[in-house]
């Protein structure tokens, strides 16, 4: 069975700060999905970013990266330039490709971002 | 933009109380799930639905059921409430059908069952 694991339950940093978010995964497949997730407080669950296993390359979006190890199933979330708004609980989750959709959820970090 | 609405935002119930979590989502998407929220447990499946009238179980189903008669409409629903289902309840769509793809959420429902 597939897990999802998030070691960091809360961070904080300062604004304009960059941070990063680890998350580890156990998986026998070859391929699968990888997403982070966000929730605001008090708001809905968006997608951040996600990354396909067979693609070597990073994904990216904007001030948001991931560093993506497939050898040591490592995904892990950077946000640079941190601004108030990136305040969330943050989600790793992971994807079988022929899981009928299903995701594998960690159990989320909270980041807090200061002024 | 897509949009997944849920029906409350906040619903007190007493045990035993038979109660209905309704979620709509306007994009014509196959794929409906719902999950429930937990601190430090993250997100778990409870079902998910990938055509009307279709449904598959998920990693938490014992105590719910679901009922899809529409595409656009997906609801749980929790036959006899008990304390331990006071929850955070999330529900997603996703589409097409055959291709991975971002799932959508609704605002969630945070229901206590006293």
């Known amino acids: 069975a597939q897990t999802v694991t998030q070691s960091q339950p809360e961070m904080s940093v300062q604004e304009a700060e960059t941070v990063t978010l680890s998350c580890t995964y156990d998986t026998s497949e070859s391929n699968y999905y990888l997403f982070w997730y966000k929730q605001p407080p008090s708001r809905q669950m968006i997608l951040v970013i996600r990354q396909e296993a067979y693609k070597q390359q990073n994904a990216t979006e904007n001030r948001f990266s991931v560093n993506f190890q497939k050898a040591a199933k490592s995904f892990s979330l950077k946000i640079s330039d941190s601004q108030l708004g990136d305040t969330a609980m943050y989600f790793c989750a992971f994807m079988k490709g022929d899981s009928n959709y299903q995701l594998i959820w960690g159990a989320g970090t909270k980041l807090i971002i200061k002024p | 933009d897509v949009k997944v609405t849920q029906s409350s935002r906040y619903l007190v119930k007493r045990t035993g109380e038979k109660v209905f979590l309704e979620c709509v989502q306007d994009?014509?998407?196959?794929?409906m799930f719902w999950y429930r929220q937990d601190p430090g447990l993250g997100l778990r499946l409870i079902y998910f639905?990938?055509?009307?009238?279709?449904?598959e179980k998920g990693d938490i189903p014992e105590g719910y059921s679901v009922s899809r008669e529409k595409k656009e409409r997906f609801s749980l629903i929790l036959e006899s409430a008990s304390t331990n289902q006071t929850s955070m309840y999330l529900c997603a769509s996703s589409s097409p059908a055959g291709a991975v793809d971002t799932q959508y959420f609704g605002p969630g429902t945070r229901l206590t069952v006293l």
């Open positions: 639905s990938y055509d009307v009238k279709m449904k």
């Open positions: 994009m014509d998407h196959e794929n």
